[in-house]
């Protein structure tokens, strides 16, 4: 899996059982600290440059047994990973100039979750009536739950973060409807009345189950130096930027897991309808 998980379990902890809220807000500027999803505090607004898009880069980098490491330039709000940085800034893992360096770990909190209407899907074959009365068919439908996983920045997510972020105990908390790969099905029969110069099919439209994360860094190690000249200009702290919170997000970066949701029996939840279309008059009685 490309990230790290959190080494603090009391921030892991925060994270799981983060009590449900409403959706975050839009752009504008940053939430009191530490009032975030898993007691983070949010950046966007506060510090340069594209904040969602750092702590994606930031996130996504190969962990290693002392976590994830990144640079900020403080003037202009460029981001470079640790690799980006030596070979592009410095050839040593230290801060330089505008350039501060920073050492820590990812871990995803929960933010919200919600209710939404999935798009129809034909789930039986067309029948169509060429006459010119009524006539009435068995239709057989048939579906099976859909999951999946987006993110608001970035690439698209790898099936493998996916997993480890909604098959464990992210979602548990919306209850037996949240379906993440819990994979059912059904195979219906039904008698519907076909219209004259018609063709039939049944459509199935889920209701589906959204639970928001948004991937949080945990400060370690932030290290500035004004003075390349002299090494004893060079501090260290262990929160953001000196400012006293060590756990960080961007409000706009968030990755959502949907999935069609269960009714209690473990049976799809949804609506199906009947959708008529007609045929071309010229082929029919």
Known sequence: ????????????????????????????????????????????????GDTDLMIERLCEQEGSLTGVYGALNVDTGEFK????????????????????TFRGWCGYAQSSTWSTTGEPV???????????????????????????????VG????????????????????GYEWGWEKTSS??????KTIPPCTQVAVTWTPYQRVVRVNPVFYVEDYQWNKDPSSKDNMRTVHSWRDRGYNTIYSYGYYIDGVSDKLLPNGQP??????????????TCA
Do not use: C, H
């Open 1 to 48: 899996m490309r990230t790290s998980t959190f080494k603090k379990s009391a921030l892991i902890t925060a994270s799981t059982v983060l009590a449900l809220t409403g959706l975050l807000a839009g752009t504008g500027s940053a939430q009191a600290a530490g009032s975030g999803p898993g007691g983070a505090t949010n950046i966007r607004g506060t510090d340069p």
């Open 81 to 100: 990973t640790r690799d980006e940085y030596l070979n592009d800034v410095f050839p040593l893992w230290e801060p330089v100039g505008p350039w501060e």
């Open 155 to 174: 690439a698209s997510i790898s099936l493998s973060l996916a997993k480890s972020i909604f098959s464990g105990t992210v979602g548990g908390t919306a």
């Open 122 to 152: 034909r789930v039986s074959p067309w029948i169509g009536n060429r006459g010119s009365k009524d006539d009435k068919e068995t239709f057989v439908s048939s579906y099976s739950t859909k999951t999946f996983a987006k993110k608001s």
């Open 269 to 282: 939840d949804g609506r199906e309808d009947k959708w008529e279309q007609k045929l071309d008059a010229k």
């Open 186 to 191: 059904f195979e219906r029969r039904s008698e």
